[in-house]
């Protein structure tokens, strides 16, 4: 009678039935970072909850439009059959007189099924197309409140599949579990909001970057490598950013590197250089974490290997902080060799950074850390510019045994750097490691050139090169 439309709104419900659901185990954070430290790590990739959760936000909107389209066609079916046939099948939930014969429209707008399933399609219809990447790049702040409408949608969601239309409802097997824990989670996650933190330091420093420094609260503990999410108070409340903690765990204060790259991070850097400069108080941050990082797992590989791409190296300072703290002190490092490539357009670009790294230079007595910069504002290899530079650089480095670019003992090359080349040569440098870990930050190029490396290499090597990447 009505075609393969229903067994397409059959179809499509059920798989939205879980994966609606599975949505709000991937909001949960705190559980993401909790098992992540647990053998189920082994198992599910914990560290990409993120990407899972857009791929299940996707497919839910696809079954959804699969769902609309199947019932448009039952509606058409419906509309035009004989008054016997929807006695047979809607005898025992909806009541029609022998005579009557309901339109298209009664479907969508006169039953709860119908109200709902149009409200549901419109509200994920809006927040669909302000998730995309456009928007959260340049309208983070109407993004962030239009995807707050998931309340709503849940709602929608529970009325739309309780209501005995064809069938006995089933979607709370599935919600009602994934919901227990998503409602524990956020209760988790308000309750650090209680007291917003102090600024205690502010720099703006160049090529955008604003340096937080913050006194660490009391039972705040975390590794080198993880992160955080901050919001400001009196400026939207509820917006909150994801940025990794620069300062090390020994250090009595958590710190920040922020690039003012968009609307909220700008805003951040206004009221920085306003309250400097006019001696007012800095603003108040609410902090939400700390969350673990891909990067903080640097000390399982014997041979770590790890690259940075622009503010993507905020992650890498924090570990590197670290491990010249254990070598201060001669504590034991599970790992045996660090090596840190820095890709950056040009040396001034993040000069904090030198200054970390000369720090490291100078404690890193056992030469635990190889570090290397690469300088890719000069993009042609056989440059005449590019070849003056490297005959400077080369006559500096044997004068002073430094670079004349950084001021740092690292060689500075010139140009994007061969990722497959740097990997050869590492593991040819550790003939008895036959596992690295690769950990890549920065822009998608530079994680998708390291990991086509890692990929490559692993299929001639006999060594297992483990990539992990993080995107800013």
């Given at each position: 009678?009505?075609?393969?439309?229903?067994?397409?709104?059959?179809?499509?419900?059920?798989?939205?039935?879980?994966?609606?659901?599975?949505?709000?185990?991937?909001?949960?954070?705190?559980?993401?970072?909790?098992?992540?430290?647990?053998?189920?790590?082994?198992?599910?990739?914990?560290?990409?909850?993120?990407?899972?959760?857009?791929?299940?936000?996707?497919?839910?909107?696809?079954?959804?439009?699969?769902?609309?389209?199947?019932?448009?066609?039952?509606?058409?079916?419906?509309?035009?059959?004989?008054?016997?046939?929807?006695?047979?099948?809607?005898?025992?939930?909806i009541?029609?007189?022998?005579?009557?014969?309901?339109?298209?429209?009664?479907?969508?707008?006169?039953?709860?099924?119908?109200?709902?399933?149009?409200?549901?399609?419109?509200?994920?219809?809006?927040?669909?197309v302000f998730?995309?990447?456009?928007?959260?790049?340049?309208?983070?702040?109407?993004?962030?409140?239009?995807?707050?409408l998931?309340?709503?949608?849940?709602?929608?969601?529970?009325?739309?599949?309780?209501?005995?239309?064809?069938?006995?409802?089933?979607?709370?097997?599935?919600?009602?579990?994934?919901?227990?824990?998503?409602?524990?989670?956020?209760?988790?996650?308000?309750?650090?909001?209680?007291?917003?933190?102090?600024?205690?330091?502010?720099?703006?420093?160049?090529?955008?970057?604003?340096?937080?420094?913050?006194?660490k609260?009391?039972?705040?503990?975390?590794?080198?490598?993880?992160?955080?999410?901050?919001?400001?108070?009196?400026?939207?409340?509820?917006?909150?950013?994801?940025?990794?903690?620069?300062?090390?765990?020994?250090?009595?204060?958590?710190?920040?590197?922020?690039?003012?790259?968009?609307?909220?991070?700008n805003?951040?850097?206004?009221?920085?250089?306003?309250?400097?400069a006019?001696?007012?108080?800095?603003?108040?941050?609410?902090?939400?974490?700390?969350?673990?990082?891909?990067?903080?797992?640097?000390?399982?590989?014997?041979?770590?290997?790890?690259?940075?791409g622009?503010?993507?190296?905020?992650p890498?300072?924090?570990?590197?902080?670290?491990?010249?703290?254990?070598?201060?002190?001669?504590?034991?490092?599970?790992?045996?060799?660090?090596?840190?490539?820095?890709?950056?357009?040009?040396?001034?670009?993040?000069?904090?950074?030198?200054d970390?790294?000369?720090?490291?230079?100078e404690?890193?007595?056992?030469?635990?850390?190889?570090?290397?910069?690469?300088?890719?504002?000069?993009?042609?290899?056989?440059?005449?510019?590019?070849?003056?530079?490297?005959?400077?650089?080369?006559?500096?480095?044997?004068?002073?045994?430094?670079?004349?670019?950084?001021?740092?003992?690292?060689?500075?090359?010139?140009?994007?750097?061969?990722?497959?080349?740097?990997?050869?040569?590492?593991?040819?440098?550790?003939?008895?490691?036959?596992?690295?870990?690769?950990?890549?930050?920065?822009?998608?190029?530079?994680?998708?050139?390291?990991?086509?490396?890692?990929?490559?290499r692993?299929?001639?090597?006999?060594?297992?090169?483990?990539?992990?990447?993080?995107?800013?």
């Amino acid at each position: 009678m009505v075609g393969l439309g229903i067994s397409v709104t059959r179809g499509a419900a059920s798989c939205m039935a879980f994966s609606f659901s599975l949505l709000l185990l991937t909001m949960c954070r705190n559980l993401m970072n909790m098992l992540r430290t647990t053998w189920m790590s082994n198992y599910v990739p914990f560290d990409a909850a993120f990407k899972f959760h857009k791929t299940a936000a996707w497919t839910s909107v696809v079954l959804a439009a699969c769902h609309v389209v199947g019932h448009c066609f039952n509606f058409y079916h419906i509309s035009t059959q004989p008054p016997d046939f929807l006695e047979c099948v809607f005898g025992n939930t909806i009541y029609f007189r022998s005579d009557y014969l309901p339109k298209f429209q009664f479907w969508m707008l006169e039953t709860v099924t119908g109200i709902t399933g149009v409200s549901l399609a419109a509200i994920l219809s809006i927040v669909a197309v302000f998730a995309s990447e456009w928007a959260r790049n340049r309208i983070y702040n109407i993004f962030w409140k239009i995807h707050n409408l998931y309340i709503v949608l849940y709602a929608l969601l529970i009325v739309h599949g309780s209501v005995v239309l064809v069938q006995e409802p089933w979607f709370h097997y599935f919600f009602l579990g994934p919901a227990i824990l998503f409602t524990v989670d956020k209760l988790i996650t308000l309750s650090k909001r209680i007291t917003p933190l102090k600024i205690s330091k502010a720099d703006l420093l160049p090529s955008g970057v604003t340096y937080i420094k913050l006194r660490k609260p009391k039972g705040f503990d975390f590794k080198p490598g993880q992160w955080t999410r901050i919001a400001v108070k009196g400026y939207n409340d509820d917006e909150y950013h994801p940025f990794t903690i620069t300062s090390s765990p020994h250090e009595d204060f958590i710190s920040f590197h922020i690039r003012a790259l968009g609307p909220w991070t700008n805003k951040l850097r206004e009221l920085v250089s306003v309250n400097e400069a006019d001696g007012f108080r800095y603003p108040r941050l609410y902090i939400d974490g700390p969350f673990g990082g891909v990067s903080e797992d640097w000390f399982k590989y014997d041979v770590a290997v790890m690259f940075g791409g622009g503010i993507g190296v905020t992650p890498f300072a924090a570990i590197l902080k670290h491990v010249t703290y254990l070598s201060q002190i001669n504590a034991k490092i599970d790992c045996e060799k660090i090596y840190f490539f820095w890709v950056t357009h040009d040396q001034h670009q993040f000069e904090w950074m030198t200054d970390i790294l000369r720090e490291v230079e100078e404690s890193d007595l056992r030469e635990f850390v190889s570090v290397h910069v690469f300088v890719t504002q000069f993009f042609q290899k056989y440059d005449l510019r590019t070849v003056m530079m490297y005959m400077c650089e080369k006559h500096f480095v044997r004068l002073s045994e430094r670079s004349l670019f950084t001021g740092l003992q690292a060689p500075t090359h010139f140009g994007r750097p061969q990722f497959t080349s740097l990997l050869r040569s590492v593991a040819k440098g550790h003939p008895a490691v036959k596992k690295i870990g690769v950990f890549s930050c920065g822009p998608p190029s530079l994680t998708r050139s390291v990991y086509k490396a890692c990929y490559e290499r692993n299929k001639v090597s006999t060594v297992t090169f483990d990539h992990y990447e993080e995107n800013f």
